[in-house]
T-cell receptor
Protein backbone atom coordinates (compact mmCIF):
# COMPACT_ATOMS: atom_id res chain seq x y z
CA UNK A 1 0.00 0.00 0.00
CA UNK A 2 1.52 3.29 -1.13
CA UNK A 3 -1.39 5.55 -0.20
CA UNK A 4 -1.09 9.04 1.16
CA UNK A 5 -4.40 10.70 1.95
CA UNK A 6 -5.12 14.42 2.12
CA UNK A 7 -8.11 16.38 3.33
CA UNK A 8 -9.89 18.43 2.26
CA UNK A 9 -9.77 17.91 -1.49
CA UNK A 10 -10.82 21.51 -2.13
CA UNK A 11 -10.67 24.56 0.13
CA UNK A 12 -11.79 28.13 -0.41
CA UNK A 13 -10.78 30.62 2.24
CA UNK A 14 -10.71 34.34 2.76
CA UNK A 15 -7.57 36.25 3.59
CA UNK A 16 -8.56 36.56 7.26
CA UNK A 17 -9.48 32.91 7.75
CA UNK A 18 -7.57 30.21 9.58
CA UNK A 19 -7.70 26.74 8.11
CA UNK A 20 -5.68 23.54 8.20
CA UNK A 21 -4.69 20.94 5.63
CA UNK A 22 -4.26 17.36 6.78
CA UNK A 23 -2.15 14.52 5.47
CA UNK A 24 -1.90 10.91 6.62
CA UNK A 25 0.20 7.91 5.68
CA UNK A 26 0.26 4.41 7.15
CA UNK A 27 3.28 3.03 5.33
CA UNK A 28 5.64 3.53 8.25
CA UNK A 29 7.52 6.16 6.29
CA UNK A 30 10.00 8.23 8.26
CA UNK A 31 9.86 11.48 6.32
CA UNK A 32 6.93 13.62 5.24
CA UNK A 33 6.81 16.61 2.95
CA UNK A 34 4.69 19.57 1.93
CA UNK A 35 4.91 20.82 -1.65
CA UNK A 36 3.16 23.66 -3.44
CA UNK A 37 2.32 23.41 -7.13
CA UNK A 38 1.08 26.27 -9.28
CA UNK A 39 -0.52 25.68 -12.66
CA UNK A 40 1.90 24.44 -15.34
CA UNK A 41 4.78 24.47 -12.88
CA UNK A 42 6.64 21.67 -11.11
CA UNK A 43 6.05 20.91 -7.43
CA UNK A 44 8.07 23.15 -5.14
CA UNK A 45 9.22 21.89 -1.77
CA UNK A 46 8.01 23.81 1.29
CA UNK A 47 8.81 21.68 4.35
CA UNK A 48 10.40 18.37 5.25
CA UNK A 49 9.80 16.45 8.47
CA UNK A 50 12.09 13.60 9.42
CA UNK A 51 11.16 11.48 12.45
CA UNK A 52 8.55 14.11 13.32
CA UNK A 53 11.10 16.90 13.44
CA UNK A 54 11.29 19.75 10.97
CA UNK A 55 14.46 19.26 8.94
CA UNK A 56 13.94 21.62 5.99
CA UNK A 57 12.01 24.87 5.74
CA UNK A 58 12.41 26.38 2.29
CA UNK A 59 12.08 29.94 3.58
CA UNK A 60 8.31 29.65 3.56
CA UNK A 61 6.36 32.68 4.89
CA UNK A 62 5.15 32.32 8.47
CA UNK A 63 1.52 32.40 7.35
CA UNK A 64 2.16 28.71 6.59
CA UNK A 65 2.77 26.73 9.76
CA UNK A 66 3.53 23.00 9.56
CA UNK A 67 2.93 20.51 12.33
CA UNK A 68 3.75 16.82 12.66
CA UNK A 69 1.73 15.40 15.59
CA UNK A 70 3.02 11.86 15.05
CA UNK A 71 4.82 9.76 12.47
CA UNK A 72 1.66 9.22 10.41
CA UNK A 73 0.18 12.71 10.40
CA UNK A 74 1.23 16.01 8.90
CA UNK A 75 -0.73 19.24 9.08
CA UNK A 76 -0.32 22.59 7.40
CA UNK A 77 -1.95 25.47 9.26
CA UNK A 78 -2.91 28.45 7.15
CA UNK A 79 -3.51 31.99 8.36
CA UNK A 80 -3.79 35.36 6.64
CA UNK A 81 -3.04 33.95 3.22
CA UNK A 82 -2.81 36.00 0.07
CA UNK A 83 -4.55 35.33 -3.26
CA UNK A 84 -1.18 34.36 -4.77
CA UNK A 85 -1.06 31.45 -2.31
CA UNK A 86 -3.82 29.77 -4.31
CA UNK A 87 -2.32 26.51 -5.57
CA UNK A 88 -2.40 22.72 -5.28
CA UNK A 89 -0.82 21.68 -1.98
CA UNK A 90 0.72 18.25 -2.06
CA UNK A 91 1.80 16.03 0.77
CA UNK A 92 4.32 13.24 0.26
CA UNK A 93 6.13 10.65 2.32
CA UNK A 94 9.25 8.56 1.91
CA UNK A 95 10.78 5.58 3.68
CA UNK A 96 14.17 7.25 3.78
CA UNK A 97 14.51 9.59 6.73
CA UNK A 98 17.16 11.50 4.81
CA UNK A 99 14.95 12.01 1.79
CA UNK A 100 16.91 10.09 -0.85
CA UNK A 101 14.61 7.84 -2.80
CA UNK A 102 11.03 7.49 -3.86
CA UNK A 103 8.45 9.87 -2.47
CA UNK A 104 4.78 8.97 -2.60
CA UNK A 105 2.34 11.80 -3.08
CA UNK A 106 -1.20 12.32 -1.95
CA UNK A 107 -3.91 13.63 -4.29
CA UNK A 108 -3.45 17.20 -3.08
CA UNK A 109 -5.66 19.97 -1.72
CA UNK A 110 -6.75 22.59 -4.23
CA UNK A 111 -6.64 25.86 -2.28
CA UNK A 112 -8.28 29.07 -3.45
CA UNK A 113 -7.71 32.25 -1.46
CA UNK A 114 -10.29 34.98 -2.09
CA UNK B 1 22.90 24.08 -6.71
CA UNK B 2 20.80 21.68 -8.71
CA UNK B 3 18.98 22.61 -11.90
CA UNK B 4 16.76 20.17 -13.71
CA UNK B 5 15.58 20.88 -17.22
CA UNK B 6 13.08 19.16 -19.45
CA UNK B 7 13.49 21.05 -22.68
CA UNK B 8 10.46 19.63 -24.45
CA UNK B 9 7.32 21.09 -22.88
CA UNK B 10 5.12 18.81 -24.96
CA UNK B 11 5.31 15.65 -27.05
CA UNK B 12 2.76 13.89 -29.24
CA UNK B 13 3.18 10.22 -30.14
CA UNK B 14 1.04 7.74 -32.01
CA UNK B 15 -0.39 4.86 -30.00
CA UNK B 16 1.90 1.83 -30.12
CA UNK B 17 5.01 3.86 -30.89
CA UNK B 18 7.84 4.77 -28.54
CA UNK B 19 7.74 7.90 -26.38
CA UNK B 20 11.09 9.37 -25.33
CA UNK B 21 11.18 12.03 -22.65
CA UNK B 22 14.44 13.76 -21.82
CA UNK B 23 15.87 15.41 -18.72
CA UNK B 24 19.13 17.23 -18.03
CA UNK B 25 20.60 18.04 -14.62
CA UNK B 26 23.58 20.03 -13.40
CA UNK B 27 24.66 18.62 -10.02
CA UNK B 28 25.96 15.07 -10.34
CA UNK B 29 27.05 14.53 -6.75
CA UNK B 30 24.08 12.34 -5.92
CA UNK B 31 22.68 10.18 -8.68
CA UNK B 32 19.33 8.79 -7.69
CA UNK B 33 16.76 10.11 -10.06
CA UNK B 34 13.02 9.77 -10.08
CA UNK B 35 10.32 9.97 -12.75
CA UNK B 36 6.74 10.86 -11.98
CA UNK B 37 3.54 10.95 -14.00
CA UNK B 38 0.84 13.47 -13.19
CA UNK B 39 -2.75 13.65 -14.34
CA UNK B 40 -4.70 16.90 -13.94
CA UNK B 41 -6.03 17.56 -10.43
CA UNK B 42 -4.12 14.57 -9.02
CA UNK B 43 -0.88 14.17 -7.13
CA UNK B 44 2.23 12.92 -8.97
CA UNK B 45 2.52 9.15 -9.23
CA UNK B 46 5.95 7.58 -8.87
CA UNK B 47 6.95 5.73 -12.03
CA UNK B 48 10.52 4.57 -11.94
CA UNK B 49 13.89 5.44 -10.46
CA UNK B 50 17.53 4.96 -11.36
CA UNK B 51 20.72 5.14 -9.32
CA UNK B 52 24.29 5.88 -10.34
CA UNK B 53 25.29 2.22 -10.15
CA UNK B 54 23.15 1.55 -13.19
CA UNK B 55 22.80 3.06 -16.63
CA UNK B 56 19.44 1.49 -17.27
CA UNK B 57 16.42 0.45 -15.24
CA UNK B 58 13.40 -1.24 -16.72
CA UNK B 59 9.89 -1.77 -15.37
CA UNK B 60 7.39 -3.15 -17.83
CA UNK B 61 6.81 -0.64 -20.61
CA UNK B 62 8.97 1.98 -18.87
CA UNK B 63 12.75 2.17 -19.14
CA UNK B 64 14.96 4.91 -17.79
CA UNK B 65 18.47 5.50 -19.10
CA UNK B 66 21.18 7.44 -17.30
CA UNK B 67 24.18 9.00 -19.02
CA UNK B 68 26.29 10.31 -16.16
CA UNK B 69 28.97 11.91 -18.32
CA UNK B 70 26.34 13.94 -20.17
CA UNK B 71 24.26 14.50 -17.01
CA UNK B 72 21.27 13.32 -18.96
CA UNK B 73 18.51 10.87 -18.37
CA UNK B 74 15.66 9.72 -20.54
CA UNK B 75 12.42 7.85 -20.05
CA UNK B 76 11.26 5.47 -22.77
CA UNK B 77 7.69 4.26 -22.93
CA UNK B 78 7.02 1.46 -25.35
CA UNK B 79 4.46 0.77 -26.61
CA UNK B 80 2.77 4.06 -25.79
CA UNK B 81 -0.90 3.90 -24.83
CA UNK B 82 -3.57 6.64 -24.68
CA UNK B 83 -3.68 6.23 -20.89
CA UNK B 84 -0.06 7.37 -20.78
CA UNK B 85 -1.18 10.88 -21.73
CA UNK B 86 -0.10 12.99 -18.77
CA UNK B 87 2.62 15.37 -17.60
CA UNK B 88 5.91 13.66 -16.80
CA UNK B 89 8.40 15.11 -14.31
CA UNK B 90 11.95 14.03 -13.67
CA UNK B 91 13.46 14.83 -10.27
CA UNK B 92 17.08 15.06 -9.15
CA UNK B 93 18.37 15.18 -5.58
CA UNK B 94 20.40 17.79 -3.79
CA UNK B 95 21.75 17.62 -0.25
CA UNK B 96 20.86 20.27 2.33
CA UNK B 97 22.55 19.85 5.71
CA UNK B 98 22.56 16.08 5.43
CA UNK B 99 18.98 15.81 4.21
CA UNK B 100 18.16 15.30 0.56
CA UNK B 101 15.49 17.16 -1.30
CA UNK B 102 14.36 16.68 -4.86
CA UNK B 103 14.29 19.36 -7.52
CA UNK B 104 11.67 18.70 -10.16
CA UNK B 105 12.01 19.49 -13.84
CA UNK B 106 9.49 21.69 -15.58
CA UNK B 107 7.65 18.70 -17.00
CA UNK B 108 6.81 17.32 -20.42
CA UNK B 109 3.19 16.94 -21.44
CA UNK B 110 2.82 13.69 -23.35
CA UNK B 111 -0.15 13.12 -25.60
CA UNK B 112 -0.61 9.66 -27.05
CA UNK B 113 -2.86 9.70 -30.07
CA UNK B 114 -5.20 6.77 -30.65
Amino acid sequence: DTEVTQTPKHLVMGMTNKKSLKCEQHMGHRAMYWYKQKAKKPPELMFVYSYEKLSINESVPSRFSPECPNSSLLNLHLHALQPEDSALYLCASSQSDRGLGEQYFGPGTRLTVT
Amino acid sequence: DQQVKQNSPSLSVQEGRISILNCDYTNSMFDYFLWYKKYPAEGPTFLISISSIKDKNEDGRFTVFLNKSAKHLSLHIVPSQPGDSAVYFCAAPISTSGTYKYIFGTGTRLKVLA
